[in-house]
């Protein structure tokens, strides 16, 4: 019989530095794959189709919902974000580990579901370091920028619902510490 796979929920307010610490994790863990989430906005610069998102319009997502195909879904920052319940489901029975990069909504929404799973939110040093990083990147709009930061408040007033909280302060030293929670819950 294969061993059921287990669901690592990683949370963090846009600009936190989520992607570069879930990359060293699944560069580092074999074992765990990604969940490739889909969306409605629209791709930034370097992301591909089915590898970072699979992009899809506002109305094949609200499609989608009438059919029950979500695992679990919010939407952020005016746009749309799902998990597949298929995808989750047939990883899961082949014994698969998945990590999932979801917002606290989408959080809050599985961990109603009962399955075993390991929350971790990463916390960004300072709000005002956040807005920096934001402003850095050169992707979003200051509008966007604004919205993403005051997200930033409301999520991290909900970071005590998960079970770890990681803050990067220090790229590396988060790294570590991250990659020992996955250590940990892994055995
Ligand atoms: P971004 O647009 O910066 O890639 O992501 C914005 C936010 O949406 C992030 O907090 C990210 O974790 C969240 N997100 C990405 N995919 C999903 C998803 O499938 N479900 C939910 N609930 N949030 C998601």
Same mark, same amino acid.
């Given at each position: 019989?294969?061993?059921?796979g ?11 530095? #989520?992607?570069?610490l ?9 074992? $765990?794959s ?10 930034r ?9 699979f992009?899809i319009? @506002? ?5 989608k ?13 005016g ?20 990590? $999932?990069d979801?917002?606290?909504?989408g ?7 009962? $399955? ?8 960004p040093p300072? !709000?005002?370091?956040?807005?920096? @990083?934001?402003?850095?990147?050169g ?5 966007v920028?604004?919205? @993403?930061?005051e997200n930033?408040?409301?999520? !991290?007033? #909900?970071?005590?619902m998960?079970?770890?909280?990681? !803050?990067?302060?220090?790229?590396? #030293?988060? !790294? ?6 996955? #250590?940990q819950?892994?055995?």
């Amino acid at each position: 019989m294969v061993n059921r796979g287990k669901l690592y929920v990683v949370s963090a307010p846009s600009g936190a530095g #989520k992607t570069t610490l879930v990359k060293d994790v699944l560069n580092r863990f074999k074992t $765990l794959s990604y969940s490739v989430s889909h969306t409605t906005r629209a791709p930034r610069n370097n992301e591909q189709q089915g590898i970072d998102y699979f992009f899809i319009s @506002r109305e094949e997502f609200e499609e989608k919902t009438g059919q029950d195909y979500w695992f679990e879904w919010a939407e952020v920052h005016g746009n749309y974000y799902g998990t597949s319940k298929g995808f989750i489901k047939t990883s899961l029975d082949q014994g698969k580990s998945l990590i $999932l990069d979801i917002d606290v909504q989408g959080t809050c929404e599985i961990i109603k579901s009962g $399955l075993e799973m390991v929350t971790i939110f990463i916390m960004p040093p300072s !709000i005002e370091i956040l807005s920096k @990083r934001l402003e850095n990147r050169g992707s979003d709009s200051k509008k966007v920028i604004y919205t @993403r930061i005051e997200n930033a408040k409301i999520e !991290i007033a #909900k970071k005590n619902m998960y079970q770890y909280v990681v !803050i990067n302060n220090d790229l590396d #030293k988060a !790294i570590e510490e991250l990659c020992s929670i996955f #250590k940990q819950e892994m055995t």
